[in-house]
């Protein structure tokens, strides 16, 4: 049974979607069996595509997130997925926060995968130029490559 992860931001436009992406090419080279996803805890952008800047920075790294499709996180999210994993400590205050009693998954900072970084959220880069985006991009593939050798690993 493959693991299921959940990668969640603000508007899901910008972070998470490149955290998705980063995580299943991750995955991937791992040999990981998983089911991957991304949501904002706002409903600012539900059904948009990921911003450009976002877009613009997955395709120089060899990657396609332009059908990803912004959505809002949902009380099923938290029995669907074994992970969901914050970018930053405020969405994962919100998290925690909305999760039904009953949840099963393990709610989490992306971050915290990345040694030396636990606690740290990975900046919204959304008022920023084409630097921040690389940076988040710095930030999601760090984690994601260190997420994926743990759960390798665990396996």
């Not at 991750?26 to 976002?54: C, F, K, M, N, Q």
């Not at 395709?59 to 332009?66: F, K, Q, V």
């Not at 009953?102 to 919204?124: E, F, K, N, Y």
Request: charged fraction near 25%; charge should be negative.
């Amino acid at each position: 049974m493959p693991t299921s992860l959940l990668f969640v931001c603000l508007g899901n436009i910008c972070r998470s979607p490149l955290a998705e992406a980063a995580f299943r090419e991750a995955a991937e080279r791992a040999g990981l069996e998983v089911e991957v996803d991304s949501a904002g805890t706002g409903e600012w952008h539900v059904g948009h595509a990921p911003d450009p800047r976002a877009q613009q920075v997955a395709a120089r790294h060899g990657l396609d997130i332009s059908h990803y499709r912004a959505r809002r996180v949902s009380p099923a999210d938290f029995r669907q997925f074994d992970h969901i994993l914050a970018l930053d400590p405020e969405n994962l205050r919100d998290l925690i926060a909305i999760a039904p009693n009953d949840t099963s998954a393990a709610i989490g900072l992306l971050m915290d995968h990345v040694p030396g970084r636990a606690g740290q959220g990975v900046r919204d880069p959304y008022y920023g130029g084409e630097a921040d985006f690389d940076t988040v991009w710095e930030d999601v593939r760090a984690a994601a490559y260190a997420l994926a050798a743990k759960l390798a690993e665990d396996r």
